[in-house]
């Protein structure tokens, strides 16, 4: 671990107003994965996970990021808005969590501009979403790694309840989520596991209006080695058509939108 990545986020932010200014790894204009229609993705920095699988693992230091002011990413975010309509505005990360006055900034900035707003989480900081971070975002993307404990454990270095109490938290509340999950073989992939989120994530009613089975994939393994990290899971392959098919029949055999 860092010097940085021990530094609470408070430290980091000291010499900034985090809620005009956040540290930004990227910007991507087009994104057509993110929520529905075109949507501008804002990547910020900082995580608390440590997912085996991670693709963009130059994210996780919230340092790391460069220092962009809500203004200026709002102001780009303006001149591209008719392009955007039927999309929007999303903030992922990292973890946006790490960040929330400034993502409150953004999701209002874009609100004001009439354009949809989602928020990709790993509902880890869940805790931190007050009343009007929830009210200004119209879709969380919440991705759940695991469902058993052990497994949650080994995939992300964290515990499993607070991203699940905070499922709860959204479902409770009616608002809208797409549920994502990561199939890794020899990792994710465990029926019991794959059951124990279909059930979980059926249980949370109508807020969950999609799941995403996501296969696994290595195209952040070379920024591992760039950033001097050791990536355990160079030998593991990315699943089988065949192998996804099964992952998102146990989900679609309990209800659910899959996709």
């Known amino acids: 671990m860092t010097a940085d990545t021990a530094r609470p986020a408070a430290a980091l932010c000291a010499s900034h107003d985090p809620v005009r200014a956040g540290h930004v790894h990227s910007v991507e204009t087009a994104g057509m994965l993110d929520g529905p229609g075109i949507r501008q993705v804002i990547f910020l920095s900082g995580c608390p996970l440590r997912c ?15 220092l962009r002011s809500a203004g200026e990413l709002l102001d780009d975010l303006a001149r591209r808005r008719v392009f955007l309509r039927g999309g929007g505005l999303t903030v992922s990360g990292g973890e946006p969590l790490m960040q929330p006055g400034f993502v409150k900034t953004l999701l209002a900035g874009a609100k004001e501009l009439g354009l949809h707003t989602a928020v990709d989480t790993s509902g880890f900081l869940g805790a931190r979403v007050d009343d009007e971070l929830m009210a200004l975002t119209d879709l969380w993307l919440l991705d759940i790694k695991s ?19 905070f499922a709860r938290r959204l479902a409770a509340l009616k608002r809208p989520m797409w549920i ?28 969950v209006e999609r799941v995403e089975v996501l296969p696994f994939h290595k195209m952040g393994e070379a920024k ?19 192998q996804v ?3 998102r029949v ?10």
């Open 52 to 66: 085996l699988y991670c693709h963009n693992p130059d994210t996780v230091c919230l340092g790391n990021g460069e």
């Open 180 to 207: 994502r999950f990561v199939l890794v073989p020899g990792l994710t992939d465990a029926v019991e596991n794959i059951e124990g989120i279909a059930a979980f994530v059926a249980s949370l009613g109508t807020a």
């Open 250 to 259: 146990i989900f679609r055999g309990v209800g659910l939108v899959v996709f």
């Open 147 to 165: 469902f058993t404990p052990a497994t949650y454990k080994r995939v992300t270095g964290t515990d499993v309840e607070p991203t699940l109490a």
């Open 245 to 247: 098919e099964k992952a």
């Open 224 to 242: 591992w080695a760039a950033n001097g990290m050791t990536y355990t899971l160079q030998d593991t392959p990315p699943p089988t058509p065949a």
